[in-house]
């Protein structure tokens, strides 16, 4: 795909969001993976609007991080199925973004994951980029995201495993990080865990990454946050009744 560079608004010469292809063109691995994101974003979302009280953050599912330029354009980018970016703006210019482009944005997300839906090999594939004249080798996505997207962290998630493997960046370098006492692998800057919770999900019975709070509760969903609110609606009708009272609620 050629795109169509306006000089006058992007004189540097570099491609921005709405000049790159924003797939390409392959297939979501599993019906599991959409409403895995969903869940991931849904249940942090209160997180992060505490967090950014202007409302400048982004999240990316299963969408483009632009790291270079390459011919063809996509083989310039790594789509985690999840990524977090904090301080950017919601929307450039009043649109979505098609894609993440970091020559454009500069600041790299914090925290990028991969859901695993074959042995795991791509995801922890660590070859280097490295050129022979003409040629050269494709750099792994571990690679990429440690040395060139820098993300701060990297989660790799396997469901037919029910397990999480969390790296974090120190120095330049990936170091796994250890679970806690509960299980859970703390995201600091955010105040939170990720983990592997058993449980049902969009009528899904399967092990699902997860947030928790520094404290170890679960972050709910937001049908979730209804049915709480529902039993707990439920719950003072009942004391209500007990003690004479009709309620009202």
Partial sequence: MKFTLDVENNPTGWPDH?????SDGTFVKNFQEHPQSILLTDSITPV???IHRDGNYCIGQDSGIYWRLTEPLERGAEAPDWFYVPNVPPTLDGQSRRSYVLWQELISPLIVLEFVSGNGAEERDITPLLRTGKQETKPGKFWIYENVIHAGFYAIYEVSKASVEVYALME?????????ERGHYPIAPLGVELGIWQGRYQNMELPWLRWWDSEGNLLLAGSERADRAEQELEQLRAQLRSAGIEPEL
């Fill in 18 to 22: 709405t000049q790159l292809p924003e």
């Fill in 48 to 50: 992060l609007e505490r």
């Fill in 172 to 180: 330049n370098s990936y170091r796994l990080v250890a679970a806690n």
